[in-house]
């Protein structure tokens, strides 16, 4: 018994001094990319038509051709780019732990998640939709109660099932694939997410259908780094964005990729 | 089937990965393993006490959480340091795999190492000392051979449970076998083939090592031609 | 930059309570299925018939030599192809079962052998039968030596048990790892389940200390 609580006791001091974490100065992350003449973007490898794998093994998507944007604006060649793999539950983590310098990846902004990362002005606006079997007799949100309802973990679209379908059974799985993997071996009777990766995944199994409603409005955000050191990239960055809205260069992507 | 062919050199890259991951990994840890196993032996008492709570609170918690616990703890350190990030043995992933396999296992190692000492008989020690050789000749010429060719087994099946726990890392993201496999199937759906190739493979990598273990196990002069 | 915040987890109590039930319910389950099947399995090894040998050889070394992760991702992705389909929970089981009782057959039969063959020899010549040897004699004996080693597969058993969090069973790992996703409180969950984990395999050990100090077998020790 003394054993259990001294080991315990010792856990807690050994990880909590982990915490501490060494905050050097840093330089100007916009200066950082410059020097180091490439920008490394998160972005999702899973979420047609957002950011996949195609079949040469190349990340594209609209995530994608925005941050190749950026890379263009920003260091002068698009190319100029390095693409690592981020899935919704580590996309914040990958930011804030340096692994990325931002993240392009179906992230939508709101106020949690505001707490800890920084996001640029929105770039596209999602709606969160429920996609079913095409046979299945599911109506509406208040039809999830007591059906088994696939979500992804670390996206938004748990808590709004939980208000509204609140006797719903919630299966999370850790990404995209391993979620649509499930519904479609008819572990679920339904996956909810944002509609723009729904489409994705429609593309490739015609046997689904998406149900007409939108539940949310999910504006998806650049994520960058809180912090002094980022003010400058964040500033560029909206101002890229602006002139991508003016020039008509969102409307390209947006037709190039989605309908 | 033809999926299979066509990305046979994710495949192999991802192989390649888990084998070079299981071969450090299980070098730092039986290096490690050593030391914690012999300060776990010895008679200074804070270094046992410290070794102590390592071994046994790191026994005591599932790999996966280990993984993720260092992937997440360490990544921001290891960025700051910024070393080859180029390719993938700079990555976050494999050094976090890295570093969290081999201090998993190094606590293991350390639980053989030290009944692997222990082992070794009392009266032989004594013979030993009796006949005048001092510790570091004690420890070449009888603790050393007896207790080395007693903890074979239980290290090589060790370092079996080494390779097959490298399949973990796939969670944190890393390219492994396990995972570059899992690549394949999220984009063609079809995850029978695939799946069931990997098992395969795992199966014949050690299942082989137990086989030779085996061996080696049955034929104890084999490992003293090794030098042991 | 970082403050150490334990509300969260609190705020999570009930999830994390449902998370400890079910990860007790699977191990639990699992844990007297694999030890049913190791026994099995160790009494079909001895028997004089080479066919018994051979199946439960390829089953132990396959168990063995596969890891978990792959095991499990077979019987939630593959098998229903097959049309065997069960549900996460039980997939978890089986798999776990599947796996321990492969080692907990090994165990068992280091054990077996450690009995001296002469007794199996004077038991047949007194007339019985290869059952009545295999749960009279040998297996009781076999078994409190083999106590600790028993004890420590499962606790292999109970950490092993976090993998079924990724095909959605809300276990303790699930609930960790989603605190740590959702609420970007990764410190605190992370400690919250190193020690439920820690709390459970030392009940374990404890319960098999307790065992083996009154069931000991003195001068016999198995080298495992």
Redesign the interface.
């Known amino acids: 018994m003394k054993?259990?609580l001294?080991?315990?006791l010792?856990?807690?001091i050994?990880?909590?001094g982990?915490?501490f974490?060494?905050?050097?100065p840093q330089l100007d992350k916009l200066e950082q990319i410059k020097q180091r003449g490439k920008l490394i973007v998160g972005v999702k490898?899973?979420s047609k038509p957002f950011g996949f794998?195609d079949e040469n093994?190349q990340v594209q998507g609209f995530d994608i051709d925005v941050a190749k944007e950026i890379a263009r604006n920003l260091l002068g060649d698009s190319n100029a780019i390095e693409f690592k793999?981020v899935?919704?539950?580590?996309r914040?983590?990958m930011l804030?732990?340096?692994?990325v310098d931002i993240v392009i990846a179906t992230m939508t902004i709101n106020p949690k998640r505001l707490e800890?990362v920084d996001f640029s002005q929105p770039y596209y606006v999602a709606g969160q939709a429920i996609m079913i079997p095409e046979n299945s007799d599911i109506r509406g949100i208040k039809d999830l109660n007591n059906k088994k309802v696939?979500i992804v973990?670390?996206s938004t679209s748990?808590k709004n099932i939980r208000m509204m379908a609140p006797d719903a059974v919630i299966?999370?799985?850790?990404?995209y694939?391993?979620a649509f993997?499930?519904l479609?071996?008819?572990?679920g009777n339904a996956l909810t997410t944002d509609d723009s990766i729904l489409y994705g995944f429609l593309d490739?199994?015609k046997t689904f259908k998406i149900l007409p409603q939108r539940y949310t409005k999910e504006p998806y955000g650049i994520a960058i780094k809180k912090g002094t050191e980022t003010e400058t990239l964040r500033m560029t960055i909206d101002e890229i964005l602006y002139n991508m809205e003016k020039k008509g260069t969102f409307k390209q992507i947006k037709n190039k990729w989605v309908k | 089937m033809h999926d299979i062919i066509l990305n046979s050199e994710m495949l192999f890259k991802g192989l390649r990965i888990t084998i070079i991951l299981g071969l450090l990994s299980g070098i730092t840890s039986m290096i490690l393993g050593c030391i914690l196993g012999l300060a776990r032996y010895s008679k200074i008492l804070p270094l046992k006490i410290i070794s102590a709570i390592f071994i046994e609170t790191t026994r005591s918690i599932p790999l996966v959480l280990y993984i993720v616990f260092i992937y997440l703890t360490c990544s921001p350190i290891l960025a700051s340091i910024n070393i080859f990030r180029d390719d993938i043995f700079g990555s976050l992933e494999f050094q976090s795999a890295y570093i969290a396999l081999s201090l998993f296992t190094s606590a293991y190692i350390a639980e053989i190492v030290r009944s692997g000492l222990k082992s070794v008989e009392a009266n032989h020690i004594q013979a030993a000392k009796a006949l005048g050789l001092n510790v570091f000749q004690r420890l070449q010429y009888i603790i050393l051979p007896c207790a080395i060719s007693r903890m074979m087994p239980a290290l090589v099946s060790q370092f079996i449970s080494l390779l097959k726990d490298t399949s973990l890392a796939s969670i944190i993201g890393l390219i492994e076998f396990t995972r570059s496999g899992e690549l394949i199937y999220e984009r063609t759906f079809r995850e029978t083939e695939i799946l069931i190739l990997i098992a395969l493979v795992y199966f014949v990598i050690c299942y082989g090592m137990s086989l030779i273990s085996q061996r080696l196990e049955k034929r104890p002069f084999a490992l003293i031609r090794l030098g042991f | 930059m970082y403050n150490v915040d334990f509300s969260v987890v609190l705020q999570a109590k009930e999830l994390l309570l449902q998370g400890l039930m079910i990860t007790l319910k699977v191990s639990l389950m699992s844990s007297i299925l694999a030890f049913v099947l190791g026994v099995f399995v160790t009494y079909l090894r001895d028997l004089p018939n080479n066919f018994y040998k051979i199946i439960t050889n390829i089953y132990v070394e396959v168990a063995r030599n596969v890891p978990l992760l792959i095991q499990l991702y077979l019987i939630y992705k593959v098998y229903p192809h097959f049309g065997l389909t069960f549900s996460p929970i039980n997939c978890g089981i089986i798999a776990l079962s599947l796996y321990t009782g492969a080692y907990i057959s090994e165990v068992l039969r280091s054990g077996m052998n450690s009995i001296v063959m002469q007794q199996k020899q004077a038991a047949y010549a007194l007339g019985l039968n290869y059952f009545q040897t295999f749960f009279m004699i040998t297996f009781p004996q076999a078994i409190r030596i083999v106590i600790p080693a028993l004890g420590s597969q499962f606790i292999n058993l109970i950490k092993n048990s976090s993998l079924v969090s990724f095909i959605a069973v809300v276990d303790v790992f699930y609930v960790i790892y989603k605190g740590a996703a959702d609420d970007f409180r990764i410190y605190e969950f992370f400690l919250v389940g190193a020690l439920i984990y820690m709390i459970l395999s030392g009940f374990v050990a404890l319960i098999t200390n307790i065992l083996e100090k009154k069931l000991k077998v003195y001068g016999r020790e198995v080298r495992v």
Do not use: H, P
């Not at chain 1, 974490?21 to 050097?24: A, D, G, K, V, Y």
């Not at chain 1, 299966?171 to 990404?175: L, P």
């Open positions: 054993k259990f001294f080991l315990s010792s856990l807690i050994f990880l909590t982990c915490s974490q060494s905050n050097q490898f899973d794998v093994n793999q899935t919704s539950s580590n914040i983590f804030t732990s340096d692994a800890v696939i973990l670390g748990e299966q999370g799985f850790r990404t694939n391993d993997s499930a479609k071996a008819g572990r490739t199994d």
